[in-house]
């Protein structure tokens, strides 16, 4: 299997109309191995192409990218710990099913919250904080992992208050620490491409909550769901997800944007983490990347601490290794990191468009992560 197998498995699924628009990224620790855009930004047949520029909706990678990232932060700076009681934080939270429920519960999916709200959203920070520390649980926190908005919702405003700022501008602190990679460069050779230049975080690396208006066309559109008041006409720029448009678009579950080279920034830097890399600067030091990553004592969960990991079945494929991690988006994106193989795997796609199912998304990501299996 080859990258010609993994730009097939992209060719063959926009020809199925799954996905209108994609861009990838695969690296090493330090060294960039193949970055491609494919397709057009819409189904139009007059839409522009993709481009190295093109910038996506993140969707659910706002949680393992900037929610987690923020609240480890936090931990080490002694503000919070993962043992800090949920109900400490929020005066509504209160109940005995629910007074034990801590911040490393919200972070692996086991609070007991559901995955979303029943009723539609409300539109104001203060009647979500309401609804969701008032809301019956759904199981006893721990018994079970259901994955959950609703606890990462909550896990946002608690690094707002506790940081002091929101959260967008909590992930810019964090983004511009991001240290360059001053070897993340190579001659594809048989990967297809050019010589690349040497890669850093920089201006044209995007992971962000807040677009530019001068950089908000070079957004892939996405469509909102039916359930949404803003279902009338396509969003450039503007956060798919309802909940986190209506918490201003920034939202501890979703609301993060990013193009492949910015999303591949942050992940070179984590896979230099776990690879135990001690010259990184906070919150990317290795014990801290370890802790994220080592999997829930939850039954039956895969989870970590914001992260997915590795299950055969899961979008990763069956040729990452056991300590392998990463997480997905509903907007069908994803990232994968596998420490073993010292690898990242970026896709990005506006599936929301029109495009496929949940279902054939997984196939998708499956197929394109077994095809890069001997990269």
Same mark, same amino acid.
């Given at each position: 299997?080859?990258?010609?197998?993994?730009? !097939?498995?992209?060719?063959?699924?926009?020809?199925?109309?799954?996905?209108?628009?994609?861009?990838?990224?695969?690296?090493?620790?330090?060294?960039?191995?193949?970055?491609?855009?494919?397709?057009?930004?819409?189904?139009?047949?007059?839409?522009?192409?993709?481009?190295?520029?093109?910038?996506?909706?993140?969707?659910?990678?706002?949680?393992?990218?900037?929610?987690?990232?923020?609240?480890?932060?936090?931990?080490?700076?002694?503000?919070?710990?993962?043992?800090?009681?949920?109900?400490? !934080?929020?005066?509504?939270?209160?109940?005995?099913?629910?007074?034990?429920?801590?911040?490393?519960?919200?972070?692996?999916?086991?609070?007991?919250?559901?995955?979303?709200?029943?009723?539609?959203?409300?539109?104001?920070? $203060?009647?979500?904080?309401?609804?969701?520390?008032?809301?019956?649980?759904?199981?006893?926190?721990?018994?079970?992992?259901?994955?959950?908005?609703?606890?990462?919702?909550?896990?946002?405003?608690?690094?707002?208050?506790?940081?002091?700022?929101?959260?967008?501008?909590?992930?810019?602190?964090?983004?511009? !620490?991001?240290?360059?990679?001053?070897?993340?460069?190579?001659?594809?050779?048989?990967?297809?491409? #050019?010589?690349?230049?040497? $890669?850093?975080?920089?201006?044209?690396?995007?992971?962000?909550?807040?677009?530019?208006?001068? !950089?908000?066309?070079?957004?892939?559109?996405?469509?909102?769901?039916?359930?949404?008041?803003?279902?009338? $006409?396509?969003?450039?720029?503007?956060?798919?997800?309802?909940?986190?448009?209506?918490?201003? #678009?920034?939202?501890?579950?979703?609301?993060?944007?990013?193009?492949?080279?910015?999303?591949?920034?942050?992940?070179?830097?984590?896979?230099?983490?776990?690879?135990?890399?001690?010259?990184?600067?906070?919150?990317?030091?290795?014990?801290?990347?370890?802790?994220?990553?080592?999997?829930?004592?939850?039954?039956?969960?895969?989870?970590?601490?914001?992260?997915?990991?590795?299950?055969?079945?899961?979008?990763?494929?069956?040729?990452?290794?056991?300590?392998?991690?990463?997480?997905?988006?509903?907007?069908?994106?994803?990232?994968?990191?596998?420490?073993?193989?010292?690898?990242?795997?970026?896709?990005?796609?506006?599936?929301?468009?029109?495009?496929?199912?949940?279902?054939?998304? $997984?196939?998708?990501?499956?197929?394109?992560?077994?095809?890069?299996?001997?990269?």
């Amino acid at each position: 299997m080859s990258v010609d197998d993994a730009r !097939r498995v992209i060719g063959d699924a926009i020809e199925a109309r799954i996905f209108p628009a994609a861009s990838v990224e695969v690296g090493a620790a330090d060294r960039l191995l193949w970055s491609e855009p494919f397709g057009h930004l819409t189904f139009a047949a007059d839409a522009p192409a993709a481009s190295h520029d093109t910038i996506y909706d993140l969707a659910s990678l706002t949680k393992p990218i900037a929610t987690t990232t923020i609240v480890m932060e936090l931990i080490r700076t002694g503000a919070l710990t993962l043992e800090s009681r949920v109900a400490d !934080r929020f005066d509504e939270w209160r109940g005995t099913d629910r007074e034990a429920v801590t911040v490393r519960d919200a972070l692996e999916h086991a609070s007991g919250l559901p995955a979303r709200l029943v009723d539609a959203p409300p539109q104001t920070r $203060r009647e979500f904080e309401h609804e969701i520390c008032t809301m019956p649980l759904e199981y006893e926190p721990r018994a079970r992992s259901i994955y959950s908005d609703l606890g990462f919702i909550l896990l946002g405003f608690l690094a707002a208050d506790l940081g002091g700022a929101p959260l967008a501008e909590l992930f810019d602190r964090i983004t511009v !620490r991001l240290p360059p990679s001053h070897e993340a460069s190579a001659d594809h050779g048989s990967l297809g491409g #050019g010589r690349q230049p040497d $890669r850093r975080f920089d201006a044209s690396d995007v992971l962000t909550f807040v677009l530019a208006g001068d !950089r908000r066309h070079l957004a892939a559109p996405t469509r909102p769901m039916d359930q949404d008041a803003r279902r009338a $006409r396509d969003l450039v720029g503007e956060v798919h997800d309802n909940y986190a448009a209506a918490l201003g #678009g920034a939202a501890g579950h979703a609301g993060l944007f990013g193009n492949a080279s910015g999303v591949g920034a942050f992940a070179r830097t984590i896979l230099r983490s776990a690879r135990g890399d001690a010259s990184l600067p906070h919150p990317f030091a290795p014990g801290i990347t370890r802790l994220m990553t080592t999997k829930s004592t939850v039954p039956g969960s895969s989870r970590a601490l914001g992260w997915d990991t590795m299950l055969p079945t899961s979008s990763c494929g069956a040729r990452m290794s056991p300590q392998a991690f990463g997480h997905v988006g509903f907007t069908g994106t994803s990232l994968w990191i596998d420490p073993v193989r010292d690898r990242y795997f970026v896709l990005l796609t506006n599936r929301v468009l029109g495009g496929g199912t949940l279902d054939q998304m $997984r196939t998708v990501r499956r197929a394109f992560h077994d095809a890069l299996g001997d990269v």
